[in-house]
């Protein structure tokens, strides 16, 4: 106790404690993460997600997929589509579809994420299939290359999603949407599920390393400043060219009006 | 008279007995020029044309027009270790390594972009005015020549960094070229020195983009000016113009003022842009290769109208003789555009043989006075637009949340539809403005002063035209339409007999006008107030 009362006062003392204050809480929430991540495993927590994502399920999705997620004329069967197409279909919002149009959109989530987590338990738990991806999975920030996955991009993606990933239509008012601003996990899930029009990346296609890269590529390309200026929306030659006549060729016509007219 | 003074003047004499230009200046410094917005717009044309072949230079500092195959190793990191063409690689290293050199390249991009849609303003003010008609038929026609040049110049210079957005346009391009019955194949290949990319292709159109298509623009455009320069430019009516003088002013000092000075505002204006606005940034698209392709690839505007009708082509081949005819692409690449531009270049021939009218013009016309043609310049453009909006039917589907069929089905449609509607309004208009000329001339500006007069009836107040107003709208000519001659004095039919009814029938529309007020009608009016 001398020793702690001795050094009270040094002029490190207070900084100190604040890192040592710090580095507790920071192991303690580790741990607690890692606990209740832990607790999710245990038999009974998880018969008791099912049971509440069947519940879920039976209210907000059952009259399209069926009671039992066997699927019906207006919706497919779920039976085998896995974790990882619910969690990404749900939490994009596309889930529960709101009208049936073209292409379930996305919009803001109906559900939060322990009611996602449940239904994902729930379909996953009727047969087996892609699971949701962790976040160890999920470690583009320190593994993966960046131009490795621009080249991986524009030879799968880009022919649907833009060379520069701003989306591109497809038929019958179908249309890949942007990749700008998706999260990193859906990202994933929408390679190893293939939402609607877009195909499976199975890990023999596009390893998870792979997978990686190309989800780093993308997040560069959406925080890269906008070299060389405006960056138009990223569409191309139309909007150049629309703003070569307005601005232009517009602003260079009006200067002429101007020089021409005669001063009265 | 100052020690300076002298100095000069024995310079000047100096030069002129030597070369007698004394003579030549001073007719040249004189030389007037009319003031009109419509007319810097060649100016517009020829400054950006300056501009780009400025800025061009810069870039063949450090351009490499070579496929040699690279590893990109500077400073842009999203590409670093990629295997690439030596030109994707040094258009990148001008980009992100070369001081400025960003800024140049969209530069000359943006000029580029101005110098097309200038030109085609340019174009449109010379149609719509009609100061293609005779003499100025030759320097229409060098314009037309200017004009595809162009296409083809931005064409290539579009495709010199071989990135991947500009290599799927050459891929169209080369499907176009083989598109051509029987040779197609063969002159495919050799374009392309072998199948395609190959390794030539770079090489060959920077030869043909920074040397030959320049060296052919600055002959035209000399020609095109000159014939400005001997022919006397045009001016628009009012009093005092015709057709015999120009109205203006001097060349010196107050058009080269104003006109070094607008060089300098087109200068400004496309720096401005350059500095502020991205235009094709490649290092987003990646470096060409043949498996890949990007959804929503789009050409440059002034390809944007050929993109669009090639899109819009239903799927149609035959087989003959072993050959395979791709209509989808031979009649939208090549024979559509072949009829645009040679119409085009005609057209002055065509509206003189229609109106039957050989004389000189160097008043213009105002577009609501010749309303055939004005349509007809309004159905063009019709045409155009839809084919440049069905050339960005991807974009316009995912950004208007439209379906890219049912797009592609209005252009089909709209194609054939709206050009004849928008010939049909254009040409009503036209005669509606005629009609509100003629009230104006015969009736005065109404003033919105209502006036009770003593017996209690309500007048409103109009007031009398300046006599140059009324001049200036009334002074066209309103020429009559050709009586077709079916059968001679002595009965025997016109062995031209089809092609006169034609004529007649066309120099029918085309003198189709409300009758502009004359002398007696003003008299008239006069005597009844
Ligand atoms: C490189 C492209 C071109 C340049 C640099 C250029 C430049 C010019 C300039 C400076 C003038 C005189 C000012 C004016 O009337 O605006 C002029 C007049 C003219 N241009 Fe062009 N032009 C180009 C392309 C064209 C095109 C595409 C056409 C039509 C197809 C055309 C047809 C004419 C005609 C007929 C005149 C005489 C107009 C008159 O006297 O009223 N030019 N050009």
New binding site residues.
């Given amino acids: 106790m001398r020793f702690l009362s001795k050094y009270r006062r040094h002029r490190f003392a207070g900084p100190l404690l604040l890192l040592a204050g710090l580095l507790f809480v920071g192991f303690g929430y580790t741990v607690a993460q890692a606990a209740s991540e832990e607790a999710v495993l245990t038999s009974s927590d998880k018969a008791t997600l099912i049971a509440e994502g069947k519940e879920i399920f039976a209210r907000g999705c059952s009259s399209c997929h069926g009671l039992n997620a066997e699927g019906a004329g207006i919706a497919p069967s779920l039976i085998g589509v896995g974790a990882a197409s619910v969690d990404f279909q749900v939490a994009t919002g596309r889930m529960p579809m709101a009208d049936m149009s073209q292409q379930a959109m996305r919009k803001e989530p109906v559900y939060n994420e322990e009611e996602t987590a449940a239904l994902a338990a729930y379909v996953a738990s009727l047969a087996p299939g892609p699971a949701s991806v962790t976040n160890e999975e999920l470690a583009w920030e320190r593994s993966g290359d960046t131009a490795e996955g621009g080249e991986l991009f524009r030879n799968n993606c880009a022919m649907c999603h833009n060379l520069a990933g701003q989306g591109g239509a497809l038929t019958q008012g179908k249309y890949a949407p942007t990749v700008m601003g998706v999260e990193p996990k859906h990202i994933y899930e929408a390679m190893i599920t293939g939402p609607q029009a877009m195909p499976v990346f199975a890990d023999t296609t596009i390893t998870p390393e792979e997978k990686l890269s190309i989800i780093k590529w993308i997040k560069h390309a959406e925080n890269e400043p906008a070299l060389g200026g405006a960056a138009l929306g990223r569409v191309g030659p139309v909007t150049e060219g629309l703003l070569a006549w307005t601005l232009g060729l517009g602003l260079l016509i009006g200067i002429a009006v101007w020089l021409t007219t005669k001063a009265r | 008279m100052s020690a300076r003074e002298r100095v000069a003047g024995n310079v000047a004499n100096y030069v002129d007995e030597r070369t007698g230009s004394a003579k030549w200046l001073k007719k040249t410094l004189t030389k007037v020029f009319p003031d009109h917005w419509?007319?810097?717009?060649?100016?517009i044309?020829?400054y950006s044309?300056i501009i780009l072949l400025l800025s061009g230079t810069f870039l063949t500092f450090w351009f490499d027009p070579s496929m040699r195959e690279v590893e990109y190793e500077g400073s842009y990191e999203p590409l670093s270790g990629l295997k690439m063409s030596a030109a994707y690689a040094s258009t990148l290293h001008i980009s992100f390594d070369v001081r400025g050199g960003l800024l140049m390249r969209q530069i000359h991009h943006w000029a580029a972009l101005i110098?097309m849609a200038a030109?085609?303003a340019?174009?449109m003010?010379?149609?719509f005015?009609g100061?293609?008609r005779k003499p100025?038929e030759f320097?229409?026609?060098?314009?037309?020549g200017?004009?595809t040049?162009?296409i083809v110049e931005g064409f290539l210079g579009y495709s010199l960094p071989d990135d991947l957005l500009s290599g799927t346009g050459i891929r169209i391009a080369e499907a176009i070229i083989q598109a051509i019955p029987v040779v197609g194949s063969y002159l495919a290949y050799f374009v392309f020195g072998g199948a395609f990319p190959g390794e030539m292709f770079i090489q060959r159109i920077y030869t043909v983009h920074i040397l030959l298509i320049p060296g052919i623009?600055l002959a035209?455009?000399t020609a095109?000016?000159m014939?400005?320069w001997y022919?006397?430019?045009?001016q628009y009516p009012g009093p005092g113009r015709t057709e015999k003088n120009v109205v203006g002013y001097p060349l010196m000092p107050v058009y080269m003022a104003k006109a070094g000075g607008f060089f300098f505002i087109v200068f400004g204006v496309t720096a401005f842009l350059g500095a502020v606005a991205s235009i094709n940034p490649i290092w987003i698209y990646g470096p060409y290769t043949p498996g890949q392709i990007g959804a929503g690839s789009q050409p440059d505007w002034y390809m944007g109208w050929l993109d669009g009708l090639v899109r819009m082509a239903p799927p149609l081949e035959t087989h003959a003789f072993g050959y395979t005819i791709s209509w989808n692409i031979l009649v939208p690449g090549l024979i559509i555009p072949g009829i645009i531009f040679t119409g085009?270049?005609l057209y002055p021939f065509i509206e003189s043989w229609m109106t039957g009218d050989k004389r000189e013009h160097h008043l213009?016309d105002r577009p609501r006075n010749a309303p055939n043609r004005t349509a007809l310049g309004a159905m063009s453009i019709t045409f155009m637009l839809v084919t440049l909006i069905n050339g960005g039917n991807d974009l316009l589907a995912t950004h208007f949340d439209l379906s890219i069929n049912q797009i592609m089905w209005f252009s089909r449609i709209g194609v054939f539809v709206l050009p004849p509607l928008a010939f049909v309004i254009t040409k009503r208009i036209c005669l509606s403005l005629q009609r509100a000329d003629r009230e104006l001339v015969l009736h005065g500006r109404e003033t919105g002063r209502l006036v009770m007069l003593p017996h209690g009836e309500f007048i409103e107040v109009h007031e009398a035209l300046s006599p140059e107003r009324a001049y200036t709208l009334t002074q066209h000519e309103q020429p009559a339409a050709i009586a077709p001659v079916v059968e001679d004095e002595n009965g025997v039919r016109n062995p031209k007999g089809a092609k006169a009814k034609l004529q007649a029938r066309l120099s029918r529309a085309h003198s189709e006008q409300i009758a502009k007020p004359t002398a007696k009608d003003m008299l008239e009016i006069e005597n009844h107030h």
Avoid: P
């Fill in positions: 419509s007319f810097m717009l060649g100016e044309v020829l044309f110098f030109m085609v340019h174009l003010r010379v149609f005015t100061a293609f100025r320097n229409w026609i060098i314009g037309v200017l004009l040049l162009g623009f035209l455009i095109h000016l014939l400005v022919q006397k430019h045009t085009m270049a213009l």
